[in-house]
């Protein structure tokens, strides 16, 4: 409104002789100008594609939340903010945002800015209820790596990986039965074969593959790791202490590379979930509630988790390019977990170490034993890592 008023002022008196030619030209030469100015600062809408929300009442959503927003401006959009609850849950560097937001059950509110080199602009307030939780859908330029389990795994058997002893061996994966490997989820006939012969009642044994040529790694924040996993009859879960699935990254940041480890397992003595977050001052195995967890014998169970690497504050922010001196995003955020096709949301946030590696991509599977004299098996298929 001031603006057309002060435009239209200006036009409407560029003719007047009351004033000198010359501070006539001068006058509408900075009134135009302001006028100029004034028309690059407007963010005219900031709307919302993803997912469709209800401008009146609450809209039931899926978590984690895929969230698609544009806005248009005379001058280029600079970047977003987005709010949850009061609390900012993502921001980016971009003229558009689209993001998976992983939020807890219940009822939130969602508020959304842009911003141009002048002014900021924002969504209207919407009311949001999250109902349910689901893998997110990966963007076509997400880099996959697909059938992680045919190619070369390594055992670590060293002291470091926990435990009183270490005595694991990767075993053949052609079975004719517990299992039938001509029967397989991935239909490919390859796979891995995981076996402790527990030494002693703690024996611990690491079953990995890792990835470190891979030049776009450290501008990945995004990582759904999938994969099948199958646990003989003949092994007894009395003799399980417990079964860990971690994926990791190690990313050049501006003060050294950091490890971001994700690290989950079932213990099997409490028969609950444990993530790997802080307790204490510490990072350790902690409790999520999410019981029972003790997988069945003699059967296929399949295995999804959503993971973000996010800022200390829990945040995701995405900058224009990523470097070590642009990336904030130093923490671990775990998303969701999928185990036979029922999702639960995590939502633990976890600091990264320094643990002086070089910067890797991976995977890996550890087995627990409970009692001295067992044998533990786990037959891997179809694993892959999809990261953007």
Known sequence: MLKTFVCSFLHFHSSSSSISYRVKVLA?????????????????????QSPNLSASGTTNLISPIHLQVTAEDSATITGYVVYVDNVNVYRNFSPSVDAWITLGPGAHTLHVKAWDSHSTKATQ?????????????????????????????????????????????????????????????????????????????????????????????????????????????????????????????AVQLSDGVHEFMFGSQCNYISNQWQLWLPSGGNLTWVNTGISPCRFSTGAWHHATYFLQRVTASGYQEIPNNFSPTTDLNSSVRFGTLTIDGKTTYLGGVAWSTKPGWSPVLGVQHQLDSSVAGAIIEEYVDGESLISW
């Open 28 to 48: 509408v030469t900075i009134l135009l100008v302001s006028c100029s100015v004034l028309a690059l600062a407007d963010v005219a809408a900031v709307s919302v």
């Open 125 to 249: 307030t919407y009311q949001i209820s999250v109902v349910g939780f689901a893998p997110p859908t990966p963007p076509g330029h997400a880099h996959r790596i697909l059938n992680i389990d045919n190619g070369t795994w390594t055992v670590d058997n060293n002291p470091g990986v926990g435990g009183q002893c270490n005595h694991g061996s990767i075993g053949p994966f052609p079975s004719n039965a517990d299992p039938n490997t001509n029967n397989l989820p991935a239909s490919d006939g390859n796979g891995q074969h995981f076996i402790l012969a527990s030494g002693c009642r703690y024996d611990d044994s690491l079953f990995y593959r890792k990835y470190n040529k891979d030049p776009r790694a450290a501008t990945y924040t995004n990582f759904l790791w999938d994969f099948w996993f199958y646990i003989p009859t003949t092994t007894n879960n009395a003799t399980i202490q417990a079964m860990e699935h971690d994926m990791f990254q």
